[in-house]
Nanobody, 121 residues
Framework: VQLQASGGGLVQPGGSLRLSCAASGSITSINAMGWYRQAPGKQREFVLVARIDDGGNTNYRNSVKGRFTISRDNVENTVYLQMNSLKPEDTDVYFC??????????????WGHGTLVTVSS
């Protein structure tokens, strides 16, 4: 299973970006999908930004509630993160993740490469 993330870039404070992450490979079904950012000062630890399960239920980090919206396309196996009213403190590398079930193999967590979001004037 591979996750391909895109959509990062440089934006001014108050601006918007839309991140996308498409899953491909040996996928029977996808449970939860989410976006994470790297924990400050901890290279291999990630903090949740937003998550959506296969029922469409969402949860968000407090700092992004009301500004970010996560959604998914179950046909395209893609998760999106619409980021509005961006602030400089949103600057980070964002990673997508998916909990995938593959028939004959079971369930596993997969990660995409990071995509850099820079909010600066």
């Amino acid at each position: 299973v591979q996750l391909q993330a895109s959509g990062g870039g440089l934006v001014q404070p108050g601006g918007s970006l839309r991140l996308s992450c498409a899953a491909s490979g040996s996928i029977t079904s996808i449970n939860a999908m989410g976006w994470y950012r790297q924990a400050p000062g901890k290279q291999r630890e990630f903090v949740l930004v937003a998550r959506i399960d296969d029922g469409g239920n969402t949860n968000y980090r407090n700092s992004v509630k009301g500004r970010f919206t996560i959604s998914r396309d179950n046909v395209e196996n893609t998760v999106y993160l619409q980021m509005n009213s961006l602030k400089p403190e949103d600057t980070d590398v964002y990673f997508c993740s998916a909990n995938v079930f593959t028939a004959g193999l079971g369930t596993g967590d997969y990660w995409g490469h990071g995509t850099l979001v820079t909010v600066s004037s």
